[in-house]
């Protein structure tokens, strides 16, 4: 029987290691599945391929190397595994947070890249030496098979210095790289390939917005395949209202509060920021979008104020970016919210008729997997709903980096 060669995709977050097994040639997804809660009493791992049905089982996970050790073996298992020899595995694509201004795409791991990773260590504590971590433990579990990086951050790398650059003194930014530098690159990246399908024409003869609207969410200008702006920033605590983050507010907010509640450790305001605020601060009852929607059609007036911040801040980011690109052929939503609440794409397309963009009611409400447009055949602008895949476009990145060293 022939062995098809394989593409193992690894997300480490900074408590959890994500995986995605695809056949390399086909593209076909074969094993799929999650360590959560590393490190802790409750952790568990959870995994499914095509021939099995979920399992879910909770076990001691110390670290990520213990994790990636876990899924490696899980793999190679002789009943429920997908391969019967680690060398089925042509490539492995890691997901990495933050890639700074030395990575503008996708590389193969040497010894200098991963050096040069661990500068980025300090802008992104919580991501990068989980990726790290995956990094050296799949080195030690599949010596000699080639790794690749795809960042988060490098398909925004795009943008011109009036965009990504704070009005700070320019210090801060030569010495301590302050600057915009943009997430969710990987999926901005997959729906705008996808949209341009969607709308048979070339991506370099479009202007697209996309709105990657999950727990954390971003949105993005992108004029001919380059993005131009996009409202995540230094870190992805900027730009629109998320789950848990509150997005933009004024910096002075910041000095004020810790003087007030006599609190300056970066624990207190890294917490009030990333995970008290957003739609959880504002309804003081959930981040889930799900939760909100339930929560305003029983009548609460909290939950319908988050979710009216939420869509407003989206709609304000939107407009901005229509006239950065001077009008737009497309918008796309995706991810959780994105692809799954039309209550949600409805407040948002609300009144903006002056730009073009008309919503197909009827359209809006089809609940589905698929990628499809829900704009009037009045609307100027297409708008589509493209479900975002960013573990096959790492896939696709490792792919194409590991024949670009052959
Ligand atoms: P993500 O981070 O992309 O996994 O998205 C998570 C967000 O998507 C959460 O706020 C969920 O509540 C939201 N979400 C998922 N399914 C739905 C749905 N059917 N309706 C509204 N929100 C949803």
Avoid at 54 to 78: M, Q
Avoid at 80 to 104: M, P
Avoid at 256 to 269: E, G, M, P, R
Wanted: some cysteine; hydrophobic content about 40%; glycine content about 6%.
């Amino acid at each position: 029987m022939e062995i098809l060669k394989k593409i193992l995709v690894v997300n480490c977050g900074s408590s959890s290691v994500k995986y995605t097994l695809f056949e390399l040639a086909s593209e076909k997804k074969v094993d799929w599945g999650i360590v959560e809660c590393i490190g802790l009493p409750e952790a568990y791992y959870k995994r499914q391929n095509v021939n099995t049905n979920e399992k879910k089982d909770y076990l001691k996970v110390a670290n990520h190397r213990e994790a990636i050790e876990l899924i490696i073996k899980n793999l190679l298992d002789e009943k429920v595994g997908s391969i019967v020899d680690t060398n089925e595995i042509a490539v492995v694509g890691h997901r990495v947070a933050h890639g700074g201004v030395k990575f503008s795409k996708s590389v193969l791991v040497t010894e200098k890249v991963k050096e040069d990773l661990k500068e980025y260590f300090a802008i992104a504590p919580l991501h990068n030496p989980a990726n790290y971590a995956g990094v050296l433990a799949i080195e030690k579990m599949l010596p000699g098979i080639p790794s690749v990086l795809v960042f988060d951050t490098a398909f925004h790398q795009t943008m011109p210095d009036y965009a990504y650059m704070y009005a700070i003194p320019y210090e801060y930014y030569e010495k301590n790289h302050i600057r915009r530098y943009g997430f969710h690159g990987t999926s901005h990246n997959y729906v705008s390939r996808m949209a341009a399908k969607m709308l048979e024409k070339p991506l370099n003869e479009l202007k697209l917005i996309t709105a990657h609207l999950g727990n954390g969410s971003s949105i993005a200008a992108i004029d001919k395949g380059r993005v131009i702006d996009t409202s995540m920033g230094f870190t992805p605590l900027q730009g629109v209202v998320m789950g848990t983050r509150c997005g933009d507010i004024d910096p002075a907010i910041i000095p004020y509060i810790l003087k007030q509640y006599k609190n300056d450790s970066d624990t207190f305001l890294n917490t009030l920021m990333n995970k008290r605020s957003g739609l959880l601060g504002i309804s003081g009852l959930s981040s889930d979008m799900r939760t909100i929607v339930k929560a305003i059609k029983s009548g609460n007036k909290r939950a319908k104020l988050a979710f009216e911040m939420l869509c407003y801040s989206v709609k304000k980011y939107i407009s901005a970016y229509y006239g950065v690109l001077n009008g737009i052929d497309g918008l796309v939503f995706t991810a959780g919210i994105g692809e799954n609440s039309p209550f949600v794409r409805e407040k948002i397309c609300s009144n903006l008729h002056a730009l073009g963009i008309e919503l197909d009611l009827k359209k809006n409400n089809v609940i589905s997997n698929e990628e499809r447009l829900i704009s009037s055949s009045n609307s100027k602008v297409k708008i589509m709903v493209i479900p975002t895949n960013e573990e096959l476009m790492i896939a696709r990145e490792s792919k194409i980096c590991l024949y670009k060293c052959k």
